[in-house]
């Protein structure tokens, strides 16, 4: 199981990005908030991140807990970016858990991070192996490598981010399923999948996160429901249904206009227009979705609240 935070926008620090909010990356390493399966994720950490000047990402990956990993708290204050892709892991049994199982895994300028697991990753690396023969992390020994070399090999054929992701999603069930959260970054975008696990957006004036939990207790993030492509860039958020049989990208359920300070980019010439959404209407149109994920999670934070208000009131007897 890993969580994973993808973040595009202003420049921020690492420190910013993984290491200060509430519930930072660094601190659901010891006691992420709606984990589904685990308590630590202490199996390793890494992070991806572009700078100016350089096609290809910059990476750190480690097969440690993040706050083991003085070097990292070190440097993180000094690094910005414009965008980001994080983890930290919980390794699977059974499986590997050295530095190559961890994510963010690389193929030229794409970062690729998967929470979840395969439910046969056997019968399914032995049907789907040829297909990512030309990308050498796929053959690292975790079932997190052949999610990234299907996807990889498809980005690399030039299929977009976010499609690449649901064609990989279809072609895994077909061979036992999973839990198959996704999250991936090319430098200019964000693309993220949510089947078995929930994640989460929030969009401001400096830019756009998503991530397996919030962050912080604002009340802007928004849930993400179950079976949608939800994608990011400096025009804004999208978030689609891909397992209903409509076209993929026919049909949105929201697009949020996000323009940072900064940003220059206008629209490419077609492009479908962007109606304004704001967090409260997107949140009451998710909460339909009551008897789905969202309302899993809403009832798993209820109970998260109860459970630390109990341990609170039996530490002060």
């Known amino acids: 199981m890993t969580r994973h935070l993808a973040y595009i926008g202003e420049s921020e620090t690492l420190q910013a990005l993984l290491l200060d909010p509430r519930y930072a990356l660094g601190g659901t390493t010891a006691s992420p908030q709606l984990q589904l399966d685990g308590l630590l994720n202490a199996d390793g950490f890494g992070a991806g991140w572009y700078v100016l000047g350089r096609d290809e990402p910059v990476r750190y990956r480690r097969a440690q807990p993040m706050w083991t990993d003085d070097s990292f708290a070190s440097l993180a204050p000094t690094v910005y970016t414009r965008c980001l892709l994080g983890s930290v892991r919980t390794g699977t049994h059974g499986l590997a858990h050295d530095e190559s199982c961890v994510a963010p895994f690389q193929q030229g300028r794409w970062l690729f991070s998967h929470s979840g697991r395969v439910s046969d990753w056997r019968q399914a690396r032995k049907a789907l192996w040829e297909d990512t023969f030309d990308i050498p992390e796929a053959a690292a020994p975790v079932d997190s490598a052949l999610v990234f070399g299907l996807a990889a090999s498809r980005w690399t054929a030039g299929t ?158």
């Not at 860039?233 to 929201?254: A, I, M, N, Q």
Request: overall charge neutral; proline content about 6%; aromatic content about 6%.
């Open 160 to 317: 977009p981010l976010g499609a690449a992701l649901v064609e990989v999603i279809r072609e895994v069930l077909r061979f036992g399923g999973g839990k198959l959260n996704l999250l991936a970054v090319d430098g200019i975008g964000i693309a993220g999948t949510t089947y078995g696990e929930p994640l989460f957006a929030q969009e401001s004036s400096r830019g756009i996160v998503i991530a397996s939990e919030p962050l912080d207790d604002a009340p802007d993030w928004i849930a993400v429901p179950e079976g949608a492509l939800v994608e990011a860039s400096e025009h804004g958020l999208t978030v689609t249904p891909w397992t209903s049989e409509l076209d993929l990208w026919s049909r949105p359920v929201h697009q949020m206009r996000t323009r940072w300070a900064g940003s220059s980019q206008s629209p490419s010439p077609g492009a479908v227009p962007k109606a304004s959404w704001n967090s409260s209407r997107l949140r009451a149109m998710f909460a339909r979705n009551s008897g789905g994920l969202c309302g899993s999670i809403v009832r798993y934070c209820c109970s998260c609240s109860l459970r630390r208000l109990v341990r609170h009131t039996y530490a002060q007897l």
